[in-house]
C-alpha cells in the first residue's frame, strides 16, 4: 500500500487505517503541533538497542544540513521506503515537514520499487540491501533512474554493489552517521566523476580523534555534545577514511588484526567467485594465540564445492589476516532493522555447536 502526504495535505487528511502510515501519520502530527522532544531507540547493530531523547531542534538542523548538501528544496518528491520507527526512516519524515517536501510512504520491503509503477522522484534513503534488490531484478533495474539521488546507509557497500552503482546514472550517496547524530554527519559519493573514497563531514560539525584514533564528533546535530565512536579513521582536512571499528580488532599473537580489513579482503575473494553469501571475521578463544582469527559464512559448505576458501583469501591478506577456520552457520541473527547481528549470530552458532 501507499500513502502521499505533504505539511500541507497533512492538515486536511484523516489518520490513516494501516498502522504503519497511522504512526507515521502521528509523528507528523505531533512535529506540526509544536511537540518539542521525541524518543528514539537505536538500531541494535553494534550494543543493545537504547533508548535515546532528540530535542526538535537536532531534527529540524539535520533536515536543513541534508537538504543544504544534496541541493533538495521545496517541492522534492521523496520515496520514503524505511522504517519510520528508526532513525534513517524518521528524518524522511522530518525532512518532509521541515522542507516542504512531497512525501510518498510504504511500508519497508526489500525491493520498494516492485510496487510503484514507474514513478519519478527527487530523492530516495534506502538500505544497501533494497538498492542490491532493485539492481538485481530487470522489472525494477532501469527504474533506478527515476529516483533522482540515493542516500544509502545502515550498511556497508559490499564489492558487488559498488560495481553495479558504478553503472548508476543518478548520484549514489553512501551516509555516516548514527542515531546519536540524528542521522549522517558525512557523505560521500560512490559513483560519478566526483566518486571518493573519503567521506566529507557536512557543514556545522566539529570532528577529531582520541588516543585510539576513533573519531568523536559534536555539533547542533548533538546539541552541543561530544559523541564519541569506536571507528578507526584517518582525517584530512574535512575528510575522512573510515578504517575500521576499534571493538572489531583482536590481539592474535601479539598482532592486533583489524577485523574490518580482513572482511574487506574476503568480500574481493566472495565478488570474484561470484558468491553472494554474507559472512563476517570473529575470533575464539585459542591456548598459543589467545585470540584466533575464525570467518563465519552464512551457508552450507557445499554451497562453496571444493574450492579452498582459505587459500583464495591468503592472496589478499598476510598470513596473520588468514582466517584459521571457517565456521558456516544455517542463517544469520539480524536486528530489527535487518542489519547483521554477529554476536547473536556467534552465540547461537556455538550453542548450537556445543549441544
Known sequence: ????????????????????????????????????????????????????????????????????????????????????????????????MELDWELTIIEPISNPLSILDRAAFDFVALVPMQLQEILDHADTRDAVDNLGKILLGGAPVNAALQRKIAKVRIPVYASYGMTETVSHVALRQLNGTSAS??????????????????LFISGPVTN????????????????????????????????????????????????????????????EPDEKLGQKLILIVEGQPEDFGLLNLLEQIRTKVSAYETPKRIYFAKRFARTATDKLDKRTTVQQLFNSSNG
Not at 497511522?22 to 524518543?39: C, I, L, N, R, T
Not at 529540524?60 to 528508526?86: I, P
Not at 573514497?197 to 576513533?214: K, Q
Request: aromatic letters at 10%; proline letters at 2%.
Open 224 to 283: 552541543g555534545e561530544v559523541v564519541q565512536t569506536n571507528d578507526l579513521v584517518e582525517i584530512a582536512g574535512d575528510t575522512f577514511t573510515w578504517i575500521g571499528r576499534a571493538d572489531n580488532v583482536i590481539n592474535s599473537g601479539g598482532v592486533k588484526i583489524v577485523l574490518d580489513k580482513v572482511d574487506a579482503a574476503v568480500a574481493e575473494v566472495f565478488d570474484a567467485l561470484h558468491f553472494n553469501n554474507a559472512f563476517f571475521s570473529w575470533s
Open 197 to 214: 573514497n573519503a567521506f566529507t563531514f557536512l557543514p556545522g560539525i566539529s570532528y577529531g580523534v582520541d588516543e585510539r584514533g576513533c
Open 1 to 96: 500500500m501507499i500513502w502521499k502526504t505533504s505539511k500541507t495535505l497533512l492538515k486536511t487528511q484523516e489518520r490513516p487505517i494501516v498502522a504503519y502510515f497511522a504512526k507515521a501519520y502521528d509523528f507528523m502530527k505531533a512535529w506540526q503541533e509544536g511537540q518539542s522532544a521525541f524518543v528514539l531507540h537505536t538500531s541494535g547493530s553494534t550494543g543493545t538497542p537504547k533508548p535515546i531523547s532528540l530535542s526538535r531542534e537536532q531534527l529540524a538542523t539535520s533536515a536543513a544540513m541534508t537538504g543544504k548538501a544534496l541541493s533538495l528544496g521545496q517541492g522534492t518528491r521523496a520515496l520514503v521506503c524505511l522504517n519510520a520507527s528508526y532513525i534513517a526512516g524518521l528524518m524522511m519524515l522530518v525532512r518532509g
